[in-house]
């Protein structure tokens, strides 16, 4: 069934506006400093997580100063829906990482499963430390491993559903320049 657009209009007409482009910038910009400081000399692998992931790996990694390769992988457990189900992976890595630093850079860290399970990936697959980025951490108390935190944080956010710099409203608006979220959600 094709998208209702007008409705995909509305919800950017009627989204609250979390944080601005030039907040969102400096927050990149932040981390960027972060990561350079810790891994310049680890010769990182860094994946994007596909599709969330896609805006802030091209922004983070252009802030990044050192030699690095950069690669993709693509679990995805929401399916441009608004609520998660299992995860499923329609990419995994291509890259060997046996014995070397990876750094995994996704959107948004929120219930948690799919960092987890990318993470459990990644050491099984013989990575000798995985690092992570996000860009949003979510405030709330159901993440799947309280213990499991980002290394690299953009901003938190309030527990609403969000869109924006590469979220998705049912597929849509991950192009949104600023993180907004939809209006009753
Ligand atoms: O912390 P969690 O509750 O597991 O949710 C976070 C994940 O959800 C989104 O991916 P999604 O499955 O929507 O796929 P997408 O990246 O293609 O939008 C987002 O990009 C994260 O990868
Ligand atoms: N677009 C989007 N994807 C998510 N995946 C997990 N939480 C969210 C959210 O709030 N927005």
Known sequence: M??????IRQVMRE??????????????ARVGAQINADLAERNPVVFCVMNG???FSGKLLTHLDFPLEASYLHATRYRNETSGGE??????PEVS??????????????EGHTLGAIIDFCKHAGARQVHTAVLIDKEHDRKARPDLKADYVGLPCIDRYIFGYGMDYKGYWRNAAGIFAVKGM
Do not use: M, P, Q
């Open 97 to 110: 990482f046996i014995d070397r630093d990876v750094l995994i850079i996704d959107d948004i860290l929120d």
């Open 15 to 28: 989204a609250d506006c979390l944080y601005t482009n030039a907040e969102v910038e400096a927050a990149i």
């Open 2 to 7: 094709s998208a209702d657009l007008e409705h």
């Open 53 to 55: 992931g896609l805006i």
């Open 87 to 92: 995860l499923f992976w329609k990419a995994k």
